[in-house]
């Protein structure tokens, strides 16, 4: 089975803090993925993927920069958190073709910023 | 900008009922179309995925009716029950001719609540 990691499930930051949020996944997949998801919005991509090293902006890039410097990780960073960055974090990935582009998600990082 | 509008925001039935989910897209470039299941303090897990060559397509207890002419997509699921409760997102994509990424479009999400 896939498995997606993600660092920590929950966290308390203070505003002004950098905030590193990690994510593993097991199975070589190519993309990898960042949504945030707060109630009534759904899920919002911020950053995806495509290969190490390789990033583009999805939605909502403000606030946020990424990292990917081996295939399995992906780190999303808040340079300076700010109390409108509370939400649920969700890191997902998914590998080329094969027809299904399944995503695969980790269970998340609850993010509270103070 | 692309969207995926989903309704209702929320939904409750009895068990055994017949909750629907619908989605509507503007994009006509979109080509496929799942749905994803997120139960509690988990993350989204892909339930049923559709293209759109067919109109319909059933796993066990959950169908997706897709109507290419008026955009729009929904799910039903048959004789729902209280384990079927969680939250219901539509979404859809568009395959880059390379391949080289691949992105998916939410719709908000359904809270759906079956009761015993």
């Known amino acids: 089975d896939v498995k997606v990691t993600q660092s920590s499930r929950y966290l308390v930051k203070r505003t002004g803090e950098k905030v590193f949020l990690e994510c593993v996944q097991d199975?070589?997949?190519?993309?990898m993925f960042w949504y945030r998801q707060d109630p009534g919005l759904g899920l919002r991509l911020i950053y995806f993927?495509?290969?190490?090293?390789?990033?583009e902006k999805g939605d909502i890039p403000e606030g946020y920069s990424v990292s990917r410097e081996k295939k399995e990780r992906f780190s999303l960073i808040l340079e300076s958190a700010s109390t409108n960055q509370t939400s649920m974090y969700l890191c997902?990935?998914?590998?080329f073709g094969g027809g299904s582009y399944e995503q695969y998600f980790g269970p998340g990082t609850r993010l509270t910023v103070t | 900008q692309q969207q995926v509008k989903q309704s209702p925001q929320s939904l409750i039935v009895q068990k055994g009922g017949i909750p629907i989910i619908n989605c509507a897209y503007e994009?006509?470039?979109?080509?496929?179309f799942p749905w994803y299941q997120q139960f509690p303090g988990k993350g989204p897990a892909l339930l049923i995925a559709?293209?759109?060559?067919?109109s319909e397509k059933k796993e066990g207890r959950f169908t997706i009716s897709f109507n290419k002419s008026a955009k729009q997509f929904s799910l039903h699921i048959m004789d729902s029950q209280p384990g079927d409760s969680a939250t219901y997102f539509c979404?859809?994509?568009?395959?880059?001719?390379?391949?080289?990424?691949?992105?998916?479009?939410f719709g908000k999400g359904t809270l759906l609540t079956v009761n015993p």
């Open positions: 979404a859809a994509s568009i395959e880059n001719s390379g391949g080289s990424n691949y992105k998916l479009t």
């Open positions: 559709i293209r759109p060559d067919v």
């Open positions: 997902a990935s998914t590998s």
């Open positions: 994009n006509t470039a979109f080509d496929y």
């Open positions: 199975m070589d997949h190519e993309n």
């Open positions: 993927s495509y290969d190490v090293k390789m990033k």
